[in-house]
């Protein structure tokens, strides 16, 4: 039977034989606050109902040794003999659990760990995951459940998408009626919300114990009728195109109304006024303030579907943006679009066209590179969270393509955009967008299992990629998202075992 990690880890080599967990198994550690040895009991307790206990002392057979290197990074090992020993950094060790995790397999009314030697590393730096928390407000719990699903399968970026037309969803000191007023609404009319400043920092102490990097984005310039709720001097009249009448034909509200909620799903209708100098003292005020609390790197500045902008003056915002970004401290990503732009030195495209673009699509991609930067991939047909499985999915959008299990499996990203080097690829973005998702129970349904072939996509080395041997495994995993009550869409193309 194949062994039940996903990713597959860089280096597996089985041999016969287990450690037997058992009530006098212990957890073995050189200091006994280490918080990778406080998960790994967790985790062991969650699915077996066995509590090891967390001490410092040598090692006897059956026992789990957890043991810090010195050496940085993702990197980690896991040996399962006679006792469990795993080794790694801080983030290694963080890996080296999730997989021991993973490893817990059910042999009659026992648990046992295979013994197995790995030696595994991650393929691509950046692994995301994004969440649409301005479609859909969802509260700090919901978040942080977001983070124990994907960080689980080693995903190490969480990017927020944190304003759009339909709500702002994050407290600014400098401007406090963005909290007042443009949280209040959300897609169909759904409750809005926003993150306090402590919210935000609780969401990003979460994600940290996670080993995930929070990526807040402020989608700019388009995608921010919002703001006009309540800084309507900044934001021009909306306009009409096709992008909008595309997606807006089952909602009764074609085109949003200057300074009232806008309800629908239409997208490329809003624009802040780019060459206003109030809305630079805005946006300086507001990316120092997201600056500020973000310890992360990166700040995402949008640059998506700006329908009924001029080229020039798209360029000319994005040109902007990206250089006050820098001049804040951080990385600017951007979505491909911005690629027609001189973006700042550095800046990341986030490419969000298919996996065989045409035209534009791949040149704005390739610009980023050009200019010192790299890019993520995110190929809407592939990698899409909020896409439809099939036809008959209830939830989810089709626009992109109907993804199915394989589909999100088997992707290439270095062979996406021609004549982008492979070292260009900073690493893979599945995004969850939440014009149709609700509940924590929907993001499940479209989560899981596809998130998991994203997270291979992002870790596990090109070459041993292989549809059926995933499909295998993933299937033996359910029964670990059941134990930690992750619900999700359990495809009948996939053999799931229960225990
Ligand atoms: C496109 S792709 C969007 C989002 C929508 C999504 C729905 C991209 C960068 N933007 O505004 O939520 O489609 O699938």
Known sequence: MVLPLVPLPSSVTESTGALSLTAATRIIVENEADAAASALADGIAERTGLHPAITVDAARPGDIVVRRTARQGEHYTVHVGETA????????????????????????????????????????????????????????????AFIDR????????????????????????????????????????????????????????????????????????????AIGLAYPEIVEAPV???????QSTALDQPLPAAG?????????????????????????????????????PYLHVGGDECLGTT?????????????????????????????????????????????SPAGAHADHARRFAERAGS????????????????????LGLDWAALIDLQTAYEWE?????DALPAEAVLGVEAPLWSETVETLNDIDQLIFPRVAAI?????????????????????????????????????????????
């Not at 994907?150 to 339909?166: A, C, I, P, Y």
């Not at 009409?240 to 595309?246: I, Q």
């Not at 239409?266 to 005020?285: C, M, N, P, Q, Y």
């Not at 006050?324 to 401290?329: A, F, R, S």
């Open 85 to 144: 020993q795993l080794e790694g950094a801080e983030a290694g060790l963080f890996y080296a659990v999730q997989t021991v995790r993973q490893l817990l397999t059910a042999e009659g009314e026992a648990w046992v760990l295979p013994h197995v030697e790995i030696d595994d590393a991650p393929r691509f730096a950046y692994r995301g995951v994004m969440l649409d928390v301005a479609r859909t407000f969802f509260d700090v719990d919901t978040v942080k």
């Open 150 to 225: 994907t960080s689980s399968l080693k995903f190490n970026h969480l990017h927020l998408h944190l304003s759009d037309d339909q709500g702002w969803r994050l407290q600014i000191d400098s401007r406090p009626l963005l909290a007042e007023r443009s949280s209040t609404t959300a897609v169909l009319g759904r409750p809005g919300g926003f993150y306090t400043k402590d919210d935000f920092r609780e969401i990003v102490r979460y994600a940290t114990s996670h080993r995930m990097i929070v990526v807040p984005e402020i989608d700019l310039p388009g995608h921010t009728h």
């Open 240 to 246: 009409m195109n096709d992008g909008l009448l595309a």
């Open 260 to 296: 009232e909620p806008y309800l629908g799903w239409g997208v490329g209708h809003s624009s802040v006024k780019i060459h206003a100098d109030e809305t630079w003292e805005f946006l300086r005020d507001v990316l120092t303030e997201v600056a500020e609390i973000t310890p992360g």
């Open 311 to 355: 080229q020039a003056d798209f360029d000319a915002f994005i040109e902007r943006v990206t250089a006050l970004t820098v001049e804040l401290g951080k990385t600017p990503i951007a979505w491909h679009e911005a690629g027609s732009a001189r973006v700042a030195e550095g800046t990341i495209g986030q490419y969000w066209g298919d996996t």
């Open 375 to 394: 890019v993520i991939m995110s190929p809407s047909n592939t990698a899409y969270l909020d896409q439809k499985y099939d036809a008959d999915f209830p």
């Open 413 to 417: 990203p270095t062979a996406i955009v």
């Open 455 to 499: 997270a291979e996509v992002a870790w596990s080395p090109a070459e041993t990629r292989e549809w059926a041997s995933f499909r295998e495994r993933v299937g033996r995993l359910g029964a670990a998202w059941e134990a930690a009550g992750w619900a999700g869409h359990r495809p009948a193309e996939i053999v799931w075992s229960s225990r």
